[in-house]
Nanobody, 119 residues
Framework: VQLQASGGGLVQAGGSLTLSCKVS????????MNWYRQTPGEEREMVAG???????NYGESVEGRFFISRDSLDNMVFLQMNNLKPEDTAVYYC??????????????WGQGTLVTVSS
C-alpha cells in the first residue's frame, strides 16, 4: 500500500492551498484517513481526520480554516487549507488506517509534502 501526497508549496499568509493524497496498491478497505504535520524538533501532530462515514475532526489550531474530505471511490483524501498562517508551515503527511491481505489492519503513511507560509 502506497500513499502519494501532493499540493504543497509556498504561499503567502492569508492564502489557500489544497493537499491531495492518493492511496494505491492492494488495499481492500480504508477506515480513517488523516492529515498530520511536523516541524523540525517537534512531534508530529494530527491536523484533521475523516472517518469512513464522513465524520470529521480537526486540531484546535486549524478548526474553521482547514477542511478535510475524501473520495472513497478513488481512495483519495484532501485537505483544503484556508487563511494560512506562518505557523502552519510544516511537512504535511497523509495517513490511513486500512486493510490489506498482507498487513491486515494497519496504519500507512505518505512521504510528506512541504507547506511554507510566508508572512
Amino acid at each position: 500500500v502506497q500513499l502519494q501526497a501532493s499540493g504543497g508549496g509556498l504561499v503567502q499568509a492569508g492564502g489557500s492551498l489544497t493537499l491531495s493524497c492518493k492511496v494505491s496498491g492492494p488495499v481492500v478497505s480504508i477506515n480513517a484517513m488523516n492529515w498530520y504535520r511536523q516541524t523540525p524538533g517537534e512531534e508530529r501532530e494530527m491536523v484533521a481526520g475523516i472517518g469512513r462515514g464522513g465524520e470529521t475532526n480537526y486540531g484546535e489550531s486549524v478548526e474553521g480554516r482547514f477542511f478535510i474530505s475524501r473520495d472513497s471511490l478513488d481512495n483519495m483524501v484532501f485537505l483544503q487549507m484556508n487563511n494560512l498562517k506562518p505557523e502552519d508551515t510544516a511537512v504535511y503527511y497523509c495517513n490511513v488506517f486500512a486493510f490489506s491481505e498482507s498487513t491486515r489492519w494497519a496504519h500507512f503513511w505518505g512521504q510528506g509534502t512541504l507547506v511554507t507560509v510566508s508572512s
